[in-house]
T-cell receptor
Framework: DAMVIQNPRYQVTQFGKPVTLSCSQT?????MYWYQQKSSQAPKLLFH???????NEADTPDNFQSRRPNTSFCFLDIRSPGLGDAAMYLC??????????????FGPGTRLTVL | QQPVQSPQAVILREGEDAVINCSSS?????VHWYRQKHGEAPVFLMI?????EQKGHEKISASFNEKKQQSSLYLTASQLSYSGTYFC????????????FGKGTRLHILP
């Protein structure tokens, strides 16, 4: 059974048209992460939630926002996508923070194309 | 801050061995290893904690030398299913609440 689910798997949007990506988890984990991964590059952390506490990476553009309405769901909002935002967006969860020994479980990702 | 992985890419024949290295300029608390196949999510392989531990799972094992701030992943008698990109992720001694991933090592196994 899928533990971290992302929808949609593929998203095409137009330059400047807002888009929302969805992540849900059945693991009841405290922490949810959003990563951006461009072709042949490492996943880059955008932000994460520990429960309801939001932690933004210093270099994450303001264009990226996130919401976590409950434990199971987390959303990534891109307010005005640019061509440089085309990437795979990965959601991950863990029971505790990375400073513990907890594993991060990744979803299958959403591939975003910006036209 | 980003760990450095080497080599960048490896091509092996089935049954051959491979070593992938991961080094950091910072003192590390833990090292995480993941494998990602093309178009799929990264899949967790193992975590190594400070203390120089080694771990293994079937024919994949890893070591962590905290003094050298290095970790190595060993793939023995490689199988076709081992193909993919291997990422190491590091958590520094401040136990910062995030994993920083290296750029990855592409492994391609030929039959």
């Amino acid at each position: 059974d899928a533990m971290v689910i992302q929808n949609p798997r593929y998203q095409v949007t137009q330059f400047g048209k807002p888009v929302t990506l969805s992540c849900s988890q059945t693991l009841n984990h405290n922490v949810m992460y959003w990563y951006q991964q461009k072709s042949s590059q490492a996943p880059k952390l955008l932000f994460h939630y520990y429960d309801k506490d939001f932690n933004n990476e210093a270099d994450t553009p303001d264009n990226f926002q996130s919401r976590r309405p409950n434990t199971s769901f987390c959303f990534l909002d891109i307010r005005s996508p640019g061509l440089g935002d085309a990437a795979m967006y990965l959601c991950a969860t863990s029971r505790g923070i990375a400073g513990s020994t907890d594993t991060q479980y990744f979803g299958p990702g959403t591939r975003l194309t910006v036209l | 801050q980003q760990p450095v992985q080497s080599p960048q890419a490896v091509i092996l024949r089935e049954g051959e061995d491979a070593v992938i290295n991961c080094s950091s300029s910072k003192a590390l608390y833990s090292v995480h290893w993941y494998r990602q196949k093309h178009g799929e999510a990264p899949v967790f392989l193992m975590i190594l904690l400070k203390g120089g531990e080694q771990k293994g799972h079937e024919k994949i094992s890893a070591s962590f030398n905290e003094k050298k701030q290095q970790s190595s992943l060993y793939l023995t008698a490689s199988q076709l299913s081992y193909s993919g990109t291997y990422f190491c992720g590091t958590v520094d001694m401040n136990r910062d609440d995030k994993i920083i991933f290296g750029k990855g090592t592409r492994l391609h196994i030929l039959p």
